[in-house]
T-cell receptor, first 113, second 116 residues
Framework: IAGITQAPTSQILAAGRRMTLRCTQDMRHNAMYWYRQDLGLGLRLIHYSNTAGTTGKGEVPDGYSVSRANTDDFPLTLASAVPSQTSVYFC????????????FGNGTRLTVT | AQKITQTQPGMFVQEKEAVTLDCTYDTSDPSYGLFWYKQPSSGEMIFLIYQGSYDQQNATEGRYSLNFQKARKSANLVISASQLGDSAMYFCAMRETNNQGGKLIFGQGTELSVKP
């Protein structure tokens, strides 16, 4: 089934540790995104990528980095995790048309202790 | 800067009745798109409906419709004949179509509870 795969599903991480959240899509979408979801705040964009080889910053990029080496993969890295990065992280992709919805993965629940 | 506001943190509706979830937006771009998503308790994000700023008619998809009032900058979601399975979080989102990246900006969400 075509879609977006995120890994891991959940993770407990000690503060200060490095962590990479994985995201792979098989829909050949140009654009990919990372959002974090926190209660009462909705989904906030962390980073995005229009196409392989390019990335951009969203609303809340600090403490996160991304890369887009190819069309399918868009990993999100926390270089040194802090408790405020405890959240549910969603990866998404979309086609380039203005009416293309975002297709989301099932999310990664991250707890930083 | 673009902004999406959902002023109803929580809503209740009786099964089989209609319910309206509010969404207002702010943008200086004349070309934009509005999206609604459903997030059930299982956590996945499900796309429901899309409305383009130049669309002449309100969007409809099955029991979902948009009450799009461009002058008021509102795009309220109407769910007709509510079902127990409609209980979920609902998010309104906007994309400025000439926006680099095609990203969506989301509102805070409304939690809908359908009562039997």
């Amino acid at each position: 089934i075509a879609g977006i795969t995120q890994a891991p599903t959940s993770q407990i991480l000690a503060a200060g540790r490095r962590m990479t959240l994985r995201c792979t899509q098989d829909m050949r979408h140009n654009a990919m995104y990372w959002y974090r979801q926190d209660l009462g705040l909705g989904l906030r964009l962390i980073h995005y990528s229009n196409t392989a080889g390019t990335t951009g910053k969203g609303e809340v990029p600090d403490g996160y980095s991304v890369s887009r080496a190819n069309t399918d993969d868009f990993p999100l890295t926390l270089a040194s995790a802090v408790p405020s990065q405890t959240s549910v992280y969603f990866c998404a992709s979309s086609g380039w048309a203005g009416n293309s919805p975002l297709h989301f993965g099932n999310g990664t629940r991250l707890t930083v202790t | 800067a673009q902004k999406i506001t959902q002023t109803q943190p929580g809503m209740f509706v009786q099964e089989k009745e209609a319910v309206t979830l509010d969404c207002t937006y702010d943008t200086s771009d004349p070309s934009y798109g509005l999206f609604w998503y459903k997030q059930p308790s299982s956590g996945e994000m499900i796309f429901l409906i899309y409305q383009g700023s130049y669309d002449q008619q309100n969007a409809t998809e099955g029991r979902y419709s948009l009450n799009f009032q461009k002058a008021r900058k509102s795009a309220n979601l109407v769910i007709s004949a509510s079902q127990l399975g409609d209980s979920a979080m609902y998010f309104c989102a906007m994309r400025e179509t000439n926006n680099q990246g095609g990203k969506l900006i989301f509102g805070q969400g409304t939690e809908l509870s359908v009562k039997p």
